[in-house]
Every structure is written in C-alpha cells, then in structure tokens.
C-alpha cells in the first residue's frame, strides 16, 4: 500500500505527488495517457509567480508586455504592463518536466492507465482488474471529478456552469509581447475569445462560453482566426474542452480523498483560469497529506483550511459572473464599466495597481511557506 495514490497525472495531479515524495512518504500517480497531450488542451498562460512554482526553466516561455482589451465592438485599449509579468508558456515540455521529476523522486507511474472504480476507502481499481491502494487518495480527475463524484461529494454541474471551449494552434504574423482578448459578440457572446502568442508566428486562439448558450463554436472560431490574422494563417490544430465555471465544492476533503485543481472547481468562473489555483492546490495537498501521515497534522482537513481565502476568492468572481449573465445589455456594460475603470486606474497610478495583483498572487506563496 501505498502513502498517497493520485489519480490523474495533470499538473495539480503531479504537483500533488511530487510534493507529497518531496516530503518523504511513497507515492503512486494513476494517468489514463500515456503522455501528455500535444498540443495540450490549455491556453497556456499564467504569471511569474506562478511559474516559479514549476521549477521548470528549462521550459520555453514567451513573456508579455501589452494586454488588448475589446468589449462587445463598444469599447477597446490596450494596458501596458510595468511590473507584472504574464508568460506564454509551453504546458508540453513542464508536463514532461514535472513526470520526469515525479519519477526520479521515486513516485511510481501507471501510465496509460485509466481508473476504472474506486472502493473506499483505500482501493482504486484500474482498467485491467489491477487495484492500488493508497491511505490517501487524491482526486486529480479535472472536471469529471471521478472520486468526489462517487463519494457523492461533487454537487452537479449546471449547464451555465461550464465553460465550453475550443482553440487552435495558428501560424501567422504576430506582435509576440501582446495578448488579445474579446468579451462578448460577434466572437464570443457571454463569454471571451483569446490570442496568447508563442512567438511572432504562432499563438494559441480559441474562444470559451457559458455551456447554457448555444453556438457552432467551430464556425465561430474560425471567423475569429480570419478577423484577428487578417485573413492569412493556416491551423495547425484544434481542440475542443469544457472547464468548471462553478462554485468550488463544498469540501476540499472527505474523509481520506483530497481533491485538487478542476476536480475541486478551483478555477476562476469569469476567465476560466485554472492552472495556478491547479498548482496551488496540488502542493499544498501533498505536503498536508506527507504532514498527516508522518504524524505532525490531525487531520487532512488543514487542506480545505488553507484553501479557503482562494475558495472566497473564488466565490466572488462567481457572483458577478451570474451577475453579469442577465441580458446582453448587462454583460456589455458590466465589462465595458470594469475594463474603462481599471484604464484609468492603471494609466492614473499604473505600478499600483500590479502591485495589488502582485500582492494577491504572493498571498499564495504564502500559504506554502505555512507547512514548512
């Protein structure tokens, strides 16, 4: 038997292992794929602080200076960016990273594998009738939530609640330092299209929308390619995915399963952010579940304790996105009022403004330093 099993090798999922074998318990990681997928299934940004936490620089990374903002076609600008630093970053070459790093720390890997049932509290069954034992499970599953669902600890998810997306990997002419983004139509009605550039000739563009709106987003998305590269660009691949856009589960922890990243709903309901809350959560459930089993913590509820100001972080950005979700009307001005009130804010007092995200992000770093 092992100290810790997790299911679903993702990033939560390894992070989760590698810091839970880091602090010294033996470790077992359960991933459907053999490999990570490519290209992944991820806009693939995220921000210095977050990156840190990779340990990753051999990774390539494309850092951006300019954020366009367009409203609906009621409003646009661009916010240049002093302090705060956002990557561009390749999600395929950390993942690798991060499976090598697992194994050299003597995590052991079921690839390929796909969890077939789970028997509480300690057996998780996989495909070929082989069962893994662990003292503590963590459910690393993304959306499906596959261990909280059967524990019946993941409320269902409602239509508006997810976050249907696709994207494309694009070779055109890009200005490399600058994402794009579009709130609402004619691209991406209550929802947001994106172009996050690798270089100045490839970038990931894809649209995401509430679940409940009904669109051909392939269509959709190609007018998008068209309108953004100006007609000239060739698609090198797309993919289509759904991400929780939901109030985070009730319970982070039910009774020895730990549930992290998208299996958690710890994703940002207005832009679909989830790797850094991904990331977060995996570290910290690793190293409660090494505390927990080496005897220095009670409970492995700590877990869901040092998540909360996340969860309310989290809780917030839900309510005004259904507040925002009432009519057309509401979504253009709402967003419009937002974006036109951080201009001027930035432009009236630009270092103050990154410094208060640069501050929250950091709130992170420190709940990692509490379980030293």
Not at 277 to 300: F, P, W
Request: proline fraction near 4%; aromatic fraction near 10%; hydrophobic fraction near 40%.
């Amino acid at each position: 038997m092992f100290d810790v099993v997790v299911v679903g090798g993702n990033i939560s999922g390894l992070s989760a292992a590698i810091s839970a074998s880091e602090s010294g318990v033996s470790t077992a990681v359960i991933e459907r794929y053999s490999k990570p997928l490519y290209p992944p299934r991820c806009g693939e940004g995220t921000d210095n602080i977050t990156w840190s936490l990779f340990g990753v620089d051999e990774c390539s990374r494309n850092e951006i200076k300019r954020i366009k903002v367009n409203v609906a076609e009621s409003w646009s600008d661009v916010f240049q960016l002093r302090r705060f630093r956002l990557f561009i970053f390749d999600r395929y070459c950390v993942e690798n990273r991060l499976l090598s790093k697992a194994e050299s720390l003597g995590v052991k890997l079921f690839l390929g594998r796909r969890m077939k049932d789970f028997y509480p509290p300690y057996k998780v069954i996989l495909d070929r009738g082989d069962i893994v034992e662990g003292k503590i499970i963590v459910d690393a599953t993304g959306i499906s939530c596959q261990i909280g669902r059967r524990l019946g600890v993941t409320p269902p998810l409602k239509s508006v609640d997810i976050g249907r997306c696709i994207q494309s990997r694009v070779e055109a002419s890009f200005d490399k330092q600058m994402v794009s983004l579009w709130f609402h139509k004619p691209f991406a009605p209550f929802g947001y299209a994106w172009v996050f550039p690798f270089s100045k000739n490839l970038a990931n563009i894809g649209i995401g929308i509430p679940g409940v709106y009904r669109l051909d987003l392939r269509n959709t998305l190609e007018k998008f390619i068209s309108y953004a590269t100006s007609g000239n660009s060739v698609v090198k691949s797309t993919f289509y995915a759904c991400v929780p856009t939901a109030l985070p589960i009730p319970r982070l922890v039910k009774g020895n399963v730990m549930i992290v990243g998208d299996a958690a709903r710890l994703v940002n309901p207005v832009f679909g952010k989830g790797i850094s809350n991904a990331l977060l959560s995996g570290i910290v459930a690793g190293r409660v579940a090494a505390k927990y089993i080496q005897g220095e913590v009670s409970s492995l509820d700590l877990y869901h304790k040092l998540m909360r100001k996340k969860i309310s972080s989290i809780k917030r950005f839900y309510r005004r996105k259904m507040s925002s979700l009432k009519s057309e009307d509401v979504f253009i001005q709402k967003y419009r009022k937002a974006f036109s009130l951080l201009k001027k804010l930035h432009s009236f007092a630009p270092v103050f403004l990154e410094n208060k995200v640069i501050k929250s992000l950091k709130k992170d770093l420190s709940i990692l330093e509490k379980l030293k």
